[in-house]
């Protein structure tokens, strides 16, 4: 039980913080044009929830093999051209999402100690916090795939 909410954290994560931009906006939009009152943190909320909804959300995609992956002319090559192109991608993705989203998100987020939204006051590293956390989530979730995968064409590991 537990790990199956381990599991699906991420999705959940990313969907009330999707829920929470559109609400948000919705609610905001009616605030400045009919009533001409617009609340003034909803633009600081709303980026922090989107900022969290791409990348949480960006792992939960990787979780379930959601991202788009063009692959017509990898299936057109000879195998060991399109065994090399595959282990390619793999090399590539963990570059990107260790070395981009990881290192130097988390330098994004140290970065930000020292910012504070205007309104509300709080730290951007609340809000910058996501892009390593969404790639930590996006390396395990990918390298859980790729054993399964494995294991399930009955290769050795």
């Known amino acids: 039980m537990l790990k199956r909410w381990l599991y699906s954290l991420d999705d959940a994560v990313a969907g009330i913080a999707c829920a929470g931009v559109i609400l948000l906006t919705f609610i905001n939009v009616v605030a400045r044009f009919i009533f001409n009152h617009p609340i003034g943190w909803a633009e600081e909320v709303t980026l922090g929830l989107f900022i969290w909804m791409v990348f949480i959300g960006m792992s939960s995609s990787i979780k379930d093999n959601g991202h788009i992956g ?73 390298t859980i795939s790729l054993f399964a995968a494995k294991l399930k064409k009955g290769e050795n590991l």
């Not at 060991?80 to 090399?91: H, Q, T």
């Not at 006051?121 to 390593?132: E, L």
């Open 70 to 142: 063009v692959d017509y002319f990898v299936r057109k090559l000879p195998k060991p051209a399109a065994r090399f192109m595959r282990g390619l991608k793999v090399v590539i993705l963990y570059a990107v999402l260790l070395g981009i989203f990881v290192v130097f998100g988390y330098q994004l987020t140290e970065q930000a100690g020292s910012k504070i939204t205007p309104v509300l006051g709080i730290s951007y590293q609340y809000i910058d916090v996501a892009v390593p956390l969404g790639g930590i989530l996006a390396t395990i979730h990918y």
